[in-house]
C-alpha cells in the first residue's frame, strides 16, 4: 500500500482545507477507514493508507484523531449516528406502544446487518490490547440504541424527567431483545432469520412493558424500579 500523504482536497493542495471543505474531507476519511478497517483489519489499516485513499494530508488525520485507535471511534460513532439518522424518521406512531414497537424493530433491522456485525467482530477482537477503545466503541453503540428507545418510551414532546424515567426501560429492553440477537449474529447464524426473529422479541418485550405500566409510568415521568 502506497504510503504517500497527497493534498488534503481534491485541488491537490497541501495545508490546511478552508471551512467550507472540513466536512467533506472528514467524512471521506471515515468512509475510506471504514473500508479498510472492515477489510484489511486493525493493524493493517495505517493513517497512511487512509490519507492516500481519502486523498487528505496525513497531517489532517493527526489534527483530528491522536491516534489509531481515536479514528475508530469515530468511524463507530459515525456509523450508530447514520442509523439513528434512519431509525428517527420511524418514530411516527400516535402511541408510546405504537413508537417502541417500530423503533424496536427499526434498531433491530439496522444492527443485524454485515457492516455492523464486521465492526463487532473487529472490536471484540482487539479488546484485550484495547480495552478503553472497546469500552468506548460499547459505550457508543448501547448509548446509541438506549436513548433512542428511551425516546420512543416518552415520546413526543418529553421532559427531560420523562426520559429520565423511560431510560431504565430503554435499557432493559437493549439488553433483553437486542443483544441476544446481536450475541446470535456474531457467532454466524443467519440475519435475515434474526431480523424475522426480531418482530416477534420486539412485540413480545412491548407487550411486557405495557403490561408492567411502564409506558405509563414514563409518560407520567415516573421513576419506579424496572420490574425483573
Known amino acids: 500500500m502506497a504510503t504517500q500523504a497527497v493534498g488534503p482536497v481534491l485541488s491537490g493542495r497541501r495545508g490546511r482545507p478552508r471551512a467550507d471543505q472540513a466536512g467533506e474531507v472528514e467524512e471521506r476519511v471515515l468512509e475510506v477507514a471504514t473500508r479498510l478497517f472492515l477489510s484489511h483489519g486493525f493493524?493493517?489499516?495505517?493513517?497512511?493508507?487512509v490519507?492516500?485513499?481519502a486523498r487528505a494530508g496525513k497531517?489532517?488525520?493527526?489534527?483530528?484523531?491522536?491516534n489509531k485507535e481515536a479514528l475508530y471511534e469515530a468511524v463507530v460513532r459515525r456509523r450508530v449516528a447514520q442509523s439513528m439518522d434512519r431509525i428517527a424518521s420511524a418514530s411516527?406512531?400516535?402511541t408510546s406502544k405504537e413508537n417502541l414497537r417500530l423503533v424496536g424493530l427499526r434498531l433491530a433491522e439496522e444492527i443485524l446487518v454485515p457492516d455492523v456485525i464486521a465492526l463487532m467482530?473487529?472490536?471484540?477482537?482487539?479488546a484485550a490490547r484495547f480495552p478503553e477503545m472497546a469500552m468506548a466503541t460499547y459505550r457508543i453503540g448501547f448509548g446509541g440504541c438506549v436513548s433512542t428507545l428511551a425516546?420512543?418510551?416518552?415520546?413526543r414532546g418529553h421532559t427531560p424527567e420523562m426520559l429520565a424515567a423511560a431510560t431504565p426501560s430503554a435499557t432493559r429492553f437493549v439488553e433483553r431483545v437486542l443483544m441476544p440477537l446481536q450475541m446470535h449474529?456474531?457467532?454466524?447464524?443467519d440475519l435475515p432469520s434474526l431480523r424475522l426473529r426480531a418482530r416477534e422479541d420486539v412485540a413480545e418485550a412491548v407487550e411486557i412493558l405495557l403490561a408492567g405500566g411502564r409506558l405509563d409510568n414514563c409518560a407520567a415521568g415516573s421513576v419506579s424500579p424496572v420490574p425483573d
Open 121 to 126: 467482530r473487529l472490536t471484540i477482537s482487539e
Open 43 to 49: 493493524d493493517r489499516t495505517t493513517f497512511e493508507g
Open 51 to 53: 490519507a492516500e485513499k
Open 185 to 189: 449474529a456474531l457467532y454466524g447464524v
Open 151 to 155: 425516546e420512543a418510551i416518552a415520546g
Open 59 to 66: 497531517a489532517t488525520l493527526y489534527a483530528r484523531y491522536r
Open 92 to 94: 411516527s406512531g400516535e
